[in-house]
Every structure is written in structure tokens, then in C-alpha cells.
């Protein structure tokens, strides 16, 4: 806290599911322990919005901005009930092809299927250049797996990703699944009505380092069209998806004017933007989801993935 309060810094956490289901693949964070990191920051930071960020500058406590991903409807069932108890207001970056069309994004559709595949069918999944082993039944081996394949999968463009995503999920099919659901455009325009901050997270949340700067602008074109159309909403945030992105794209966002760009860096911000890294928390134990929010990290632990 001593550092954070002595640079000014701004902590920006980026957050994804708030669940009680269990993926060890891809774990949510539990409600009760996302109750207890929103009572840990209220006691000791400025928890606003961005927007915020720019209206009290001359407020000298520490900031922090509570931003998530992906637009999972387990935000309006228990992320918003636990923010509306302490009158807090967050940034929720959606994909917009899902809350368009209703469908479930690549990476989410991957984790739901590996979750219910028994360990014979994921020893079935082999991809050229997929060095992992099939993860055994311990949580810490499956998180690792789901981090790794997807990691493997975003180092191509989405036309050459496209029948690897495929592939894998002929493999899945015969798993006992259950789709995870996402926010629809009436649950964006509600949290939008409710003073919540939204963003676009791509219109279909391909890393964009790997795209030519030609599709990066027509996803850009894409999401705009989409705010403007369907949530009658400027588009001034955008959020790239797995923090991938290269400086010319940056670039090419500040000049169609939009004026909150983030990414991710496990480091902190300053206040005034207009690009905001952001620290990623997700542990399952509450005591380690409030370190990750001061930016500390266990020895050993996997990476947290950035979708």
C-alpha cells in the first residue's frame, strides 16, 4: 500500500467470472471471496470508474477500478448484487458478436467443454506444436493446461486458429458439457442504465498482435457500429483482448477517439490514461485474491490467464 500511495498509482483490476461453479480449467472467483476483496478495497482505496479517475484528481487517496471481461452473465447474477451493497460502480468490456448474436465465445466454449471431458477423451486433443501434457485431476495441473492450450492457440491469426478451434472441439463434442452463459443485449443496456461503465472487449475476442492493422480497424469498425446501433453508446473504451495488442493499434484507437484504452501488464496505472494496464486477479482463496490486487503474486503459481 506504502508504494501505491507514494506514486499516486492507480490499481486497475481485471476480473472475468464471479461464480460459485467449478472449472478447473478456468476457475471463477468464488462470490464470497469477491465480497471480501470488495470490503478489502473500500477500506483502503477510492473505488470508482474511470470517469471517476478523471473527476477527483485532487482526491490524494489511492484509486482503484474493478474492470472485467468478456461480459459473463454471472456478473449481473453475483458481481452486481456485491457492488450494489457498497454503492460501487465497475467497467464490464463485452464481446460484442456475443451479445449480438447469444453465442458463447472460442476460449469460454473450450474451458466448458474441457470441464466435462473425462481424462481418456482430453488425452484424445493433440495439436501440432502442443508440448502439455493431458493434466491429471489435480486443479493446479487443469488450470495449467486450460492456460496453455489457449496460449497456444492465440499465437496464430484467427484465420489459421479458426480449424484448430475446430479440431479441438470435434474432440469435445462427446464431452458431458454444460454451455456457460452470457450477458445479452438487454442485460448491457441494464447495467449501462445503472451507471456501470461498458466497454467493448472486440467483436470477437481475437488477440490482435497477431492481426494486420486492415482487421484490426474493421473489428474496431464493427464494435463501434455496434454500440452505436444496438446500445445507442459511444464506444470509449476498449479493451484488448488477452492484452495482446501492438502500438499502431493503440494509436489507431486514440484517433478515432476513444479515450480509455486497456491492457493488461501486472502493473499499476496512473491516474489521467488514456491506457491503463491492469492487474490480473482470479485466485480461488481469498487471502491470495487480496495480495494479487496490491499486484503480488505467489512463487509457483500459473499464470493468471488474460482473456
Not at 483482448?241 to 501492438?246: K, V, Y
Request: one cysteine or more; aromatic letters at 6%; charged letters at 30%.
Amino acid at each position: 500500500m506504502a508504494g501505491i500511495e507514494r506514486r499516486a498509482a492507480t490499481v486497475v483490476l481485471s476480473l472475468h467470472r464471479v461464480s460459485p461453479e467449478r472449472n478447473d480449467f478456468y476457475p471463477p472467483i468464488h462470490p464470497h471471496a469477491f465480497e471480501a476483496l470488495v470490503s478489502f478495497l473500500v477500506r483502503r482505496f477510492r473505488v470508482t470508474t474511470f470517469g471517476g479517475l478523471r473527476q477527483a484528481e485532487g482526491d490524494r487517496r489511492p484509486a482503484a477500478v474493478l474492470s472485467f471481461d468478456d461480459g459473463y452473465h454471472d456478473f449481473v447474477e453475483y458481481a452486481l448484487p456485491v457492488l450494489e451493497r457498497h454503492g460501487l460502480r465497475a467497467n464490464q468490456n463485452v464481446i460484442l458478436s456475443t451479445v449480438l448474436d447469444g453465442t458463447v465465445p472460442w476460449t469460454q466454449r473450450l474451458m466448458d467443454g474441457l470441464a466435462g471431458a473425462p481424462p481418456a477423451l482430453l488425452r484424445e486433443i493433440r495439436l501440432p506444436g502442443l508440448d502439455v501434457a493431458p493434466p491429471g485431476p489435480s486443479p493446479r495441473e487443469r488450470e495449467t493446461y486450460g492456460i496453455a492450450l489457449v496460449r497456444h492457440l492465440t499465437q496464430r491469426t484467427k484465420r489459421t486458429r479458426a480449424p484448430l478451434i475446430e479440431r479441438v472441439e470435434r474432440t469435445l463434442a462427446r464431452a458431458d458439457r454444460r454451455d456457460t452463459r452470457m450477458m445479452d443485449l438487454r442485460d448491457v443496456r441494464e447495467a449501462a442504465a445503472a451507471g456501470h461503465e461498458i466497454g467493448a472487449h472486440s467483436y470477437d475476442h481475437d488477440p490482435m498482435d497477431v492481426e494486420t492493422i486492415e482487421d484490426f480497424r474493421a473489428d474496431v469498425v464493427g464494435c463501434e457500429r455496434a454500440f452505436g446501433d444496438r446500445l445507442a453508446l459511444p464506444l470509449g473504451i476498449y479493451a484488448f483482448p488477452f492484452g495482446r495488442h501492438r502500438r499502431e493499434q493503440v494509436d489507431e484507437l486514440l484517433r478515432r477517439g476513444v479515450g480509455t484504452i486497456l491492457l493488461v501488464g501486472d502493473r499499476y496505472a496512473s491516474r489521467t490514461g488514456p491506457v491503463y494496464p491492469r492487474l490480473a486477479v482470479g485466485s480461488r482463496d481469498p487471502y491470495m485474491l487480496r495480495l494479487e490486487a496490491l499486484g503480488i503474486r505467489a512463487r509457483g503459481t500459473p499464470p493468471l490467464p488474460a482473456h
